[in-house]
């Protein structure tokens, strides 16, 4: 369990901006729900207001004024180049609670590259450091930063105790001597690229590079039908990156997330089995895998990262069984997809979510979706969205020019009346046997069954009794 809040942790980090509610200026801080976005004084000297837990993405980005840093015990993460570019950055005091810091938070700061000591830490974070030879870390650190130790020619071994659960993206990318690793099972997350050149992967003789407490870091082997083992729980961030062999992909029922891009760019994989287990689908993991056909998310999947399947150009169908959101640009792209089952419990689809699918015919929406993003569906022209007239979702298309019907059309005729409710009843009596596309217009209680009820809930609505 510990496991799967921290892969929840460091996903909602990354989404943090997107649920942002109200903001306020404090001085020279914009300051949104405890979210510091930006700094516009000329102060050499900052301290960060004691109501913020998050100081954003690119907050201090390129502020070559500030030399000295103070950090409040709220605050727990610190976004990607927060402090890039502050060239005289020198001194960061506090911060004793920061357990996230993304990737080059402190690039081209004095801080890192003058900083005497071999290495460098943040709370519970090391973000940097000279190191030669064996880096062996206590318990106090939790996180390795992004790119921390990248391209360190001199490293070649790793160990960690157990209290280490993140290794962010990159963090030993092209460390060219680093051939030993030994972590804890408690190791929770590692970003793509984290090993990236390193003999660890190229000198390995296994197909399957795994560490920690089942998570395959690197496939290395030739074939083109791949079965994920059983000790396998998690896939890394890049695991299968641009492997242009492989075809088809069976998952091992236990594996609980898949890591961003961990299958981007696997340009011939044509048939994928999501194993039941399956909690999270990161950014980008199956990201132009351009043979990739159809796809059906299980139902215990929380979290879905954006992109996930965006530029999947041969991707027809998909089927979602789960309940999570419709993320930024989930299926952006995908020019062939045609039409999506979509979560019966749905609340959010977000931006660009559908962005020019252009062949894309069909979804059906329940009265549960609560808000749809800009340009979720633009481009595609050919859309007809199912759902009920007083939805949110029928006043959404109506309002952004996308063609709505009530939903119930269960025979096609483009109309919702009494042969709809005899077209089911014969499907349920097995009289005829409704195609996919019939099924998803069919239902009209949402209860994700095609039934007798669907039929009925048809010949109320046709008597205004709904």
């Known amino acids: 369990m510990k496991k799967v809040v921290a892969l929840i942790l460091i996903f909602l980090v990354a989404l943090c901006p997107l649920y942002m509610l109200s903001s306020v200026a404090v001085g020279d801080f914009l300051v949104e729900d405890g979210v510091l976005l930006s700094f516009t004084g000329l102060t050499t000297t900052v301290t960060i207001p004691d109501d913020v837990y998050y100081i954003a993405d690119n907050a201090f980005k390129n502020n070559t004024n500030i030399n000295k840093l103070n950090i409040p015990d709220t605050v727990k993460a610190i976004g990607n180049e927060a402090f890039y570019g502050c060239t005289s950055l020198k001194e960061v005091n506090g911060g004793e609670n920061v357990n996230y810091v993304g990737a080059y ?16 830490t943040l709370g519970s974070v090391l973000i940097g450091g000279n190191v030669s030879g064996e880096l062996s870390l206590d318990e106090s650190v939790s996180m390795i930063a992004p790119y921390a130790f990248s391209e360190n020619s001199k490293l070649t071994s790793f160990s960690a105790s157990d209290s280490l659960s993140v290794i962010g993206e990159g963090a030993f990318y092209r460390c060219t001597e680093l051939s030993l690793v030994n972590v804890g099972e408690q190791l929770s997350f590692v970003g793509p690229l984290a090993f990236f050149g390193t003999p660890l992967i190229s000198e390995s003789e296994e197909d399957f590079v795994v560490i920690g407490d089942g998570i395959l870091i690197e496939y290395t082997g030739s074939d083109t039908s791949v079965n994920i083992p059983n000790s396998v729980k998690q896939i890394a961030g890049g695991a299968f990156y641009y492997n242009t062999k492989i075809t088809d992909v069976t998952f091992s029922q236990g594996v609980s997330s898949i890591g961003q891009r961990a299958f981007m760019n696997c340009t011939k994989l044509q048939t994928i089995t999501l194993p039941k287990d399956l909690l999270v689908l990161d950014k980008e993991a199956f990201a132009r895998c351009k043979s990739l056909q159809s796809v059906t998310v299980p139902e215990n999947v929380e979290l879905m990262g954006e992109s996930v399947f965006f530029g999947c150009s041969s991707l027809e169908k998909a089927e979602l069984n789960n309940s999570a959101d419709i993320s930024k640009g989930l299926f952006a792209n995908c020019t062939s997809l045609k039409y999506v089952k979509m979560p019966q419990s749905l609340n959010t689809i977000g931006e660009d979510a559908f962005l020019d699918c252009t062949n894309l015919t069909d979804i059906s929406l ?64 097995s009289i005829l046997q409704m195609t996919d596309l019939e099924i998803l217009r069919a239902e009209v209680n949402f209860d994700g069954k095609i039934n007798v009820r669907d039929a009925t809930y048809i010949q109320k609505l046709l008597a205004g009794l709904v």
């Open 105 to 120: 938070a402190f690039y081209g700061t004095e801080f890192i590259n003058s900083n005497a000591s071999s290495l460098i």
């Open 366 to 429: 329940s009265d549960s979706v609560s808000f749809i993003g800009e340009n979720a569906f633009s481009g595609a022209l050919n859309l007809t969205v199912s759902c009920n007239e007083s939805s949110y979702a029928f006043e959404y298309c109506n309002e952004n020019s996308v063609n709505a019907m009530q939903c119930g059309d269960a025979n096609l005729d483009g109309k919702v009346n009494i042969r709809d409710a005899t077209y089911i009843q014969k499907h349920v009596a």
